[in-house]
């Protein structure tokens, strides 16, 4: 059991200690661990901290950390990741927001800070035209590599998620249950394929049941966490444009497919494209020219074209270490290089004079160093 995962489990059991009073604890003890040892004298002078919320953690310090050896415990059984906001397995996107998680339980094998995420929500009775809208989306996410993020409910949810597991693409639902507890059940076969390609993502403790109100709390993950939320279907009032606002609130990008102007679940996208909260998705382009993904594409193979090409055969293990440095940066100074190479200066001195005769590297005054070609 790892120490660290007790005490931040054991934070979020804290009575009426939520997600912006964590945080201000951890940043001023340090570590979760140095929050319960803290002294009351030093909680005081926290600022925010009063008398009361003192007595709160000192009085109800022994069952949270009880409670969460309980569920830390059960984690390591089931395979579930502990992810608090510190750990660098968290969702980078959703961490830079004020009232994300503090700590979030992760089943699977998908990168949450992989370098493209995109969501895509709609109703829970999709028209065939919403179904065909949907797959067709994600097969135009299949040549960029993205990680598909979506609710793994009925309707839009389910079809998005089958959708990239066709496709190959890593797609994560977002739940408001326990990690243990598979809402609808039904799709539990999906969801079994999607701790192989990607995984099963929630703020909610183990046991914790699928209440009404969680779903929206749950769509605030999905909206964080990903680069652009894509609307199908959706009716004038329902969850998903819940999702779309918050979304917006983060400023998100917030994309919306038109649709039958007679038709109910075009209702809620039509009004999100009206009234300016999203941009208009008919084609993978649409998606491409919001985010940029041309121009870095395009830069990138600017980048590669400009580094030079060599054999590693023709390299030491050292030589190679300084080549993929000098590759990023193109020149470094002697210092610089030693601790971005893990190398010794005494050491690298003799690997940059190796690399000189090879005509790789180039010495400049003040002990720099330059990558030639």
């Known amino acids: 059991m790892s120490e660290n995962s007790l005490y931040e489990v054991a934070l ?63 984690a390591e059984a089931q395979e579930v990741k502990l992810l608090f906001y510190t750990s660098p397995d968290y969702p980078n996107r959703l961490k830079q927001i004020a009232d994300a998680p503090v700590l979030l339980y992760f089943r699977g094998s998908g990168n949450l800070n992989q370098k493209r995420i995109i969501s895509i929500v709609g109703t829970r009775k999709p028209t065939a035209y919403g179904q065909a809208v949907t797959e067709r989306i994600v097969e135009g996410l299949k040549s960029y590599n993205v990680l598909v993020v979506s609710g793994l409910a009925y309707g839009v949810d389910i079809i998005s998620h089958r959708a990239a597991l066709q496709a190959g693409l890593p797609t994560v639902g977002v739940m408001a249950s326990g990690p243990d507890i598979v809402y609808p059940a039904v799709h539990r076969k999906y969801a079994e394929k999607m701790l192989e390609q990607g995984g099963l993502l929630t703020e909610g403790t183990f ?82 020219e919001l985010l940029n993904w041309d121009l870095e594409e395009e830069a990138a193979a600017k980048k590669a074209a400009a580094a030079p090409a060599f054999d590693p055969a023709d390299f030491t293990a050292d030589e190679l270490k300084v080549l993929m440095v000098l590759q990023q940066t193109r020149e470094e100074h002697m210092d610089n290089l030693s601790w971005k190479a893990q190398l010794s200066v005494s050491l690298l001195a003799s690997v940059l004079l190796g690399l000189e005769f090879k005509g790789m590297v180039k010495a400049l005054p003040g002990k720099r160093f330059m990558l030639i070609g």
């Open 207 to 288: 046991g914790t049941k699928p209440d009404a109100p969680r779903f929206p709390a749950r769509n605030r993950i999905i909206a964080g966490m990903s680069d652009c939320t894509i609307v199908v279907e959706a009716a004038f009032k329902s969850g998903t444009l819940i999702t779309a606002d918050i979304a917006h609130s983060y400023d998100k990008e917030v994309m919306a497919v038109p649709g039958n102007i007679n038709s109910p679940v075009s209702e809620g996208t039509n009004h999100l494209i009206k009234s300016l909260k999203a941009a208009v998705y008919t084609s993978p382009q649409d998606l491409i």
């Open 12 to 74: 979020t059991f804290l009575p009426n200690v939520g997600t912006q009073l964590t945080r201000l604890l951890v940043s001023y003890c340090g570590s979760p661990k140095e929050v319960f040892a803290a002294p009351p004298g030093k909680l005081l002078k926290i600022p925010g901290i009063g008398d009361k919320l003192v007595r709160n953690i000192t009085d109800n310090a022994r069952h949270a950390l009880l409670e969460a050896e309980q569920v830390v415990k059960q």
